[in-house]
């Protein structure tokens, strides 16, 4: 492994890990309206994806447990917490919450509360690109609990007749809500769904921030040179509930001790401690820990929207 990228996405996992605690902590306190979905565990999919693309020509799409892509993409931690604080300088200037993080200078365009339903807005999406011979391609993540539903399949029909770079991205974490994948799929491999339409297919381990960056690169290189699409089944883990709202009581404390044992970040911090760089860890967490802080007061200290602001902006205005 490469020492300095090692470092890097050691520091962008942790950064999105600690927004996240920090974002429970603030929802328990009832500073956060709506609900919140965390992304703690999964952190090494988005990293190692975004990783593997050019945002200057790649864009990304993703469903509503949505903090970790946006801060992969070179979030802000403060347009993020003012987001779920509903501040003005929220990155959907606090008008779409939790769910709905957004930004179109950074090619993230979301946040989709509706599950499978932005499959087809990502194929429009790769649609124009390819019209426009952009070279660009669309990052698309879904959960295992899209894979059944209606617009999943329209979506990839289309990406498969017209020959859309389009990378879809399962974050198979093997549960929907409180439902687990054996009640959903009779396998666990939900890549074998690129069969039927058909698109290129591939799997990664989303506990390995670099298998994932190899697997997604690959994907990437298909949809640049060839206008392939590919489906891609990601094995991950989120420890904690659906949303704050979930007591969990679906799972055992053991399964999910198990899952930490195989942390993506312990593991990159475990290396670099083994490898001599002990003080580059405290730097990275020291620096990461000054922007979460320093992000977090100054979205508490940031105002709300106007109250005659509050119909605009749900539509594009001229
Ligand atoms: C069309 C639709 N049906 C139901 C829901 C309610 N719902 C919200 S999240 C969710 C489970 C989705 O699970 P998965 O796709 O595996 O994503 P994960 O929460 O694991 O990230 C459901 C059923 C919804 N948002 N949209
Ligand atoms: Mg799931």
């Known amino acids: 492994?490469?020492?300095e990228e090692v470092k890097k996405y050691y520091g962008e996992m942790l950064r999105i890990r600690r927004f996240e605690e920090e974002a429970a902590r603030l929802y328990t306190e009832r500073k956060i309206g709506g609900f919140l979905h965390l992304y703690i565990g999964q952190e090494a999919v988005a990293v190692g994806a975004v990783a593997a693309i050019d945002l200057k020509k790649d864009y990304v799409i993703s469903a509503y447990r949505c903090h970790g892509h946006y801060l992969a993409c070179?979030?802000?931690?403060?347009?993020?917490f003012a987001e779920l604080l509903g501040k003005e300088t929220g990155c959907a200037k606090g008008r779409g919450g939790s769910m709905h993080?957004?930004?179109?200078?950074?090619?993230?365009?979301?946040?989709?509360?509706i599950v499978g339903a932005h499959v087809p807005v990502a194929a429009g999406m790769a649609y124009a690109l390819k019209y426009r011979n952009s070279g660009g391609v669309v990052i698309c993540f879904i959960g295992d609990g899209a894979v059944n539903i209606g617009p999943f399949f329209e979506g990839?029909?289309?990406a498969a007749l017209w020959g859309l770079p389009l990378v879809v991205i399962i974050e198979n974490n093997y549960y929907a809500?409180?439902?687990p994948l054996h009640k959903t799929a009779p396998v666990e491999d939900l890549s074998i769904r690129a069969l039927g339409f058909p698109v290129?297919?591939?799997t990664a381990d989303g506990f390995d921030v670099f298998a994932v960056k190899e697997v997604v690169a690959r994907a990437v290189e298909r949809a640049r040179s060839k206008n392939q699409t590919t489906l891609i089944d990601v094995k991950c883990y989120r420890y904690r509930g659906h949303s704050m709202a979930d007591p969990g009581t679906y799972r055992t404390k053991e399964e999910i001790e198990e899952k930490k044992r195989n942390d993506c970040i312990l593991k990159l911090e475990r290396y670099l401690d083994m490898n001599g760089y002990g003080d580059v860890i405290e730097e990275i967490k020291s620096k990461i820990e000054n922007e979460i802080q320093q992000g977090l007061q100054e979205a508490l200290n940031d105002p709300f929207p106007a109250v005659e602001t509050a119909e605009k902006f749900a539509y594009v205005e001229d």
């Open 101 to 113: 993080f957004y930004d179109v200078n950074l090619h993230y365009y979301g946040g989709w509360g």
């Open 156 to 158: 990839m029909s289309l």
């Open 74 to 80: 070179g979030g802000s931690v403060r347009a993020g």
């Open 1 to 3: 492994m490469n020492i």
């Open 177 to 179: 809500m409180g439902t």
């Open 200 to 202: 290129a297919r591939d």
